[in-house]
């Protein structure tokens, strides 16, 4: 073969896209229906003022927009994730080599907030964003979804089934997206209380600092694994996987990179410390403004029976909080804090959020629904205040929130009794029936 | 020493051990510069330095472009490290990065092969995106992909005493990269070519150059653009080269002259003499709707315009990967390797042919004409 400079019969590969054809995608064929006031538990519809024309012309319009920033994608906006990958890059180097001498403070000091500042980038406006695919259209295989890889505990292939697939898709829909308190907090009144629930803000605090763990053991599933929508081959492919890549990232971080430091050794390792924990906090406190502050709603499984494209923008809209600040800000959150029009175009270019926002403004004002947006440490503070409100169980008139919660504790200690002595049994009957020891049966204990 | 010792020179004696031990020292480095660095590669910050250095994904610099003919450039390209001498007459994949967007194209070598660049021409057509992009806007200093030469549309060693050379429109470039590269004045060459205009033929200057000093006989033939005649037809090969059957023959060109060359050599029993380069078939027919091979299952569905691949696969027992199922989550990603998709919610069309496979979103995307998915 040789080359492509004649094209005899067929058609040219390099001929431009012809006409659009009609979309029978299984989220744009059906007409909006009626909005009801109130969802089956009562709670209120926040569309139903609109009619389904105005639901219909918010999804064409929205289409449209996502069409037109397609359209004009192109080299600068390649040239824009090259460059933060670059400087991302060439700040983690030039951190780590100073870290080499941080037995001297300015060095620990300097080394470990630029590290700080490149692991952040890479997980924001780099990691999370190659993975939803934003930059596939390069067709460059090192910065593909496919590909990338990040510095962080939960294999890239886990997280992108778990945030992609449950969040995005059912994005704030009680029930089905996992994010909603990531099954171990209480963020909305229609979520069922818990006596657990009760220790939420140090449960929050714990996953802050551990966030990356956290995620890690939140896309394993476990919860499907433990009711069976998973299943234990699978589950345990995954959990191999999970800690051979905390292994390698705790290597690095505290292993290799120390003994390079030699004399510098427990202070380098202080350092990586450091920037991991920040970051956590960091990314936890983006992501929690993402759908937690007040104002953000939630919705109900029946809300998205037969649910069209319309009708889908809206609860990405209405389920999604922004951020306001600087544009260094914007790009240290990954343009997350452009959640809403994340949430609208997850593969759209991040750069482009912050050109489209004040369009997507508009639309919302126009249609009288509310763009949530504030500076982060209101919306950080407006999420927390929920860990804190939903920690006990919802205001309800003549009912005692205290007697709900003693109640609560009296039947979690007669279960606890109960499973301590099933326990007792349990290994009493494994030890007399085999001494083999069985690795996976500690794990799931 | 026991001579059968000396049987494996490199696990034994001093040299050995040295051998041994750089080796396992390399490796260790290796091993450590990947702990340093993983998620990433080490490679991947040694580019921040020099993207073109050895063990690096191969790249060239773009030293010289030069017009041909109105709508053919020629490009001189000097590859990064690692770069492997090509032979006369191959080809090499060259990455351009079209708007943002990296895409792959083959082109024949044409520049003398001993040099430490290497020369392509490419000619632009009508709405081509790379073809245009290389026409306009590529510049000495830029750099592109590339791959290792392919191909055996080359000379043996020794080349024959008497050469023929059948060609037509781009087919030449292939036998300029022999010709500019085969320097033994006796051998006796023949040229035929055909081109359909003299505006927009190749190399014109330098061929009949090549022909006035004696070193080819040249002879060339302008079809026009619209006459009935477009070319030589290959039976009549006869008429201008009488002795053709003595020669060993080289054609390139369009499937046309290539399938009329094979049959016309096949029917004077001397198919062994004809060496054929062809252009890789581009009939990725676009319609609505179509056959879509998924090769590595091997099952073929036949789908309408408005059938996911997905769904297409799904119900053909095709172990297909899927998430959201609506274009957002990218876990249904596959390699279209040839033919067209249309994306269900922009229309889009997307191509790829097999020297430059695309993934595509198989929950979103239906088949535009036959298209093979690798799953």
Partial sequence: MTTTLESPTGVDVDAPADTVVARPNRITGSRAAEQPATWASGKANPIAHLSPDDIEAIGKELDALRDEVIASRGESDAKYIRRVITVQRSIELVSRAILLFSKFPPAF?????????AKIL???????????????????????????????????????????????????????????GYNILRVDPDQEWKLGFLFQPVTNLLNALFFEYGIAAYDLDIKGWKEGTKSDKEFR????????KIRT????????????????????????????TVRNVWTHSVIFCGHFPEGVETFETDSIDDETRGEWYLRQMLGSANISGSRAMHIMTGN?????????????????????????????????LTYVTGPLPKQVASAWGKVFKYAVPNKQPGHSRVAEVGGAVRAAAVDAARGVGKVARNVGVRLRRSSRPNRFAQVTA | MDTSERTKPDSRGFGGFARRTAGMVGQSARKLAEAMATPLLPEDFLGLIDPMRFGADLRGRVVDVRRETPSATSLVIRPGRGWRRPTPGQYIRVGFE????????????????????????????????????VLNRVRPGQLVYLDQAAGDFVLPDPAPERLLFLTAGSGITPVMGILRNHSRATADIVVVHSAPTAEE????EELRHLGETGRIRFLERITGRDAGEVRLPAHRIGDVVPDWQERHTWACGPTGLLDEADAHWEANGIAERLHTERFRPRVTAVGDGGEIDFSASGTLVTADAGTTILDAGEQAGVLMPSGCRMGICFNCVAPLREGSVRDLRTGELTTAVPEDPVLVQTCVSAAAGPCQIVL
């Avoid at chain 1, 000091?109 to 500042?117: D, I, Q, R, S, Y």
């Avoid at chain 2, 082109?107 to 040099?115: I, N, Q, R």
């Fill in chain 2, 98 to 133: 079209v708007n943002g967007v990296r895409l792959w194209r083959a082109y024949s070598l044409t520049g003398p092969v001993d040099a430490d660049t290497v020369s392509i021409t490419v000619r632009a057509i009508p709405d081509g995106k790379v073809s245009n992009h």
């Fill in chain 1, 249 to 276: 990232q705790m290597t690095k971080d505290y292993l290799v990179h120390p003994l390079l430091s030699g004399p510098s050794f427990l202070s380098t390792l202080l350092a990586n410390a450091i920037a991991n």
């Fill in chain 2, 201 to 204: 033929m190749l190399f014109r």
């Fill in chain 1, 122 to 180: 890479e997980n924001t406006e780099i990691g999370h964003n190659i993975l939803h695919g934003q930059w596939d259209w390069m067709r460059d295989p090192k910065i593909h979804s496919t590909k990338w890889e990040w510095d962080f505990a939960s294999p890239a292939e886990q997280w992108k089934k778990s945030h992609n697939v449950g969040h995005h898709t059912f994005t704030n829909v009680i029930g089905m997206d996992n994010d909603l």
């Fill in chain 1, 237 to 244: 492919a995954d959990l191999r996987k999970v800690f051979k």
């Fill in chain 1, 336 to 368: 997350l804090s452009h959640q809403i029009e994340h949430h609208l175009f997850p593969d759209l270019p991040s750069n482009r959020y912050a050109q489209i926002a004040p369009r997507i403004r508009a639309l919302m004002e126009r249609h009288n």
């Fill in chain 1, 109 to 117: 000091f300097v080394g470990t907030a630029g590290l700080t500042v």
